[in-house]
């Protein structure tokens, strides 16, 4: 059954959920765009988030969702348009920088730090938190190894939200696949993101971890009061989590809405179905 949700219009000229409809989104997209040579890769994509909200982004292969999340994070920089981030341009920032204001993803192609450990993984996502200096952790001085141990508790409590404690002196490419893809998720929370954005998350996963995905993306949105923001093939995952949907298809949006509205939409069934030929 879709996600049952009302959206609303908020501070900006977009709608949100009526949780959210007071406040400032998390994330605008305004006229964003890029071009590769002369291909126009994503045109005047339009998107508002709001601070606790669950959005999907589908389309057909191709269609430039992995695109949008490059340029949210700076991998590429956007040809035209504006991304704002509680309210603040993106323009110009690195990706490093990006991800200390708040952004944090997961990849398509799990990104693990294969040798290291579990909990080596997700305490190297904590760089920018962790408050000590080059000389401090040289000569390991006492501050190193009271931030070490803070760094350590907070990563094992995030690897408990999945249940991986048990696996914190693994090595990461030892873990399954399911794992590796949870594993994934935790590091991108050690960040401490605003927006987190799920790349495919329940790619290769089977019918009971992608329920069990499903339940975690729930309650990592109501734990830490965030915006998540996911691409996904899996139908049941979107029309059952998100609570609005953008569908994308050749670089453009052609429908926003709820689960429901997206499902009725004639432009997205001729975009995933093809346009049925008249007799």
Do not use: W
Not at 28 to 56: K, R
Not at 161 to 186: H, K, T
Not at 213 to 237: G, S, V
Not at 243 to 272: D, H, M, R, S, W
Request: proline letters at 5%; glycine letters at 10%.
């Amino acid at each position: 059954m879709a996600n049952k949700v009302k959206l609303v219009p908020g501070k900006s000229p977009n709608l949100f959920t009526e949780r959210d409809a007071g406040k400032m989104p998390v994330l605008e997209c305004i006229h964003l765009g890029i071009d590769f040579g002369g291909l126009h890769a994503v045109q005047d994509f339009d998107v508002a988030i709001g601070p606790t909200e669950i959005t999907g982004l589908i389309g057909p292969n191709g269609a430039g969702k992995t695109t949008i999340f490059n340029l949210l994070t700076k991998v590429y920089e956007a040809t035209s348009g504006t991304v704002l981030l509680n309210g603040i341009d993106l323009k110009g920032m690195t990706t490093p920088q990006v991800c200390k204001m708040g952004i944090g993803r997961t990849f398509q192609n799990i990104r693990l730090f294969n040798n290291m450990s579990v909990l080596d993984n997700v305490k190297a996502a904590m760089n920018h938190t962790i408050d000590y200096g080059f000389a401090t952790g040289i000569l390991r001085l006492p501050k190193y190894a009271r931030e070490e141990k803070l760094g350590t508790e907070k990563a094992m409590e995030l690897l408990s939200i999945f249940d991986m404690q048990d696996e914190a002196g693994d090595r990461a490419g030892s873990l399954p696949y399911g794992e590796q893809r949870r594993l994934e998720i935790v590091r991108a929370l050690a960040t401490e993101p605003k927006l987190l954005l799920l790349d495919e998350p329940a790619a290769g996963m089977n019918p009971a971890e992608t329920t069990e995905l499903m339940e975690n993306i729930r309650k990592i949105r109501d734990r830490f009061e965030i915006a998540i923001f996911l691409i996904e093939h899996d139908m049941n995952l979107v029309m059952n989590v998100c609570e609005g949907i953008c569908v994308l298809n050749f670089g453009q949006i052609i429908a926003k809405g709820t689960p429901e509205q997206i499902q009725n939409n004639p432009e997205v069934i001729e975009a995933y179905l093809g346009k049925k030929k008249e007799n």
